[in-house]
């Protein structure tokens, strides 16, 4: 059943991150390079935030960045995430309930006795679903 | 069961398109100013092509547009398509199959008589999984 099925079943173990020194345009170029939409960001092995694509590339089309803004004084600091152990019905859940109005969370950081462990994205959910068919 | 629910069922029917003849620069502003990841190209009332965040953030910010590059001459012409009247499922293989490597096509417009009826998104179908929970 699919609401059985566990986050770290589904989860994108190999994780592209981005340290939190690093400028805004070069995280946007990174995740445009391998077609992603959001990068946890770490302070050495600590996930300190996340960035997504959406907002560093619409502030930056916008010139709302100063040069050299790094991604530490724009990431989102309350990451919505989950843990290997939760089921798909509770990953999914989050996605609602912690994005504004309508809107989902596309990606949820994987955490493990406080170590970023995987990314469960929208597309690794439909995968699953593809499976279940 | 959720491999039996429609297209026509899930799909947001508000789409927002763009006309062939706008600047990319325009076009990508507008994705990330509503926060969605494609739109279809409209010619008059009719679908052309569909261009997408990432295609577009991409060659932006590595300027690899020529100033004033409408969506006409980069969007992607071979779109996958989904009738109102495919199942889930069906239009969960278009996802999969029409996109190279282990990637997934996010977004897939609905197309109705030749006509632009609606789009599906990888949003839209985990809203439908949240109901079915």
Do not use: R, W
Not at 32 to 45: C, F, H, Q, R, W
Not at 55 to 81: E, R
């Amino acid at each position: 059943m699919l609401d059985k099925l566990l986050v770290k079943d589904l989860m994108t173990k190999d994780v592209l991150t981005v340290d939190k020194e690093v400028e805004t345009v070069f995280a946007f170029e990174e995740l445009m390079k391998n077609k992603i939409s959001a990068m946890p960001v770490l302070d050495g092995e600590k996930m300190v935030g996340i960035v997504t694509a959406t907002d560093l590339g619409h502030n930056l089309i916008l010139d709302n960045y100063q040069f050299g803004t790094k991604v530490k004084s724009v990431m989102v600091t309350d990451v919505a995430c989950v843990s290997p152990e939760n089921t798909l019905k509770e990953a999914v859940c989050v996605m609602f309930d912690k994005a504004p109005g309508e809107n989902i969370i596309n990606q949820l950081p994987v955490v493990e006795d406080g170590k970023l462990i995987g990314i469960l994205s929208d597309g690794d959910i439909i995968k699953a679903i593809k499976n279940e068919f």
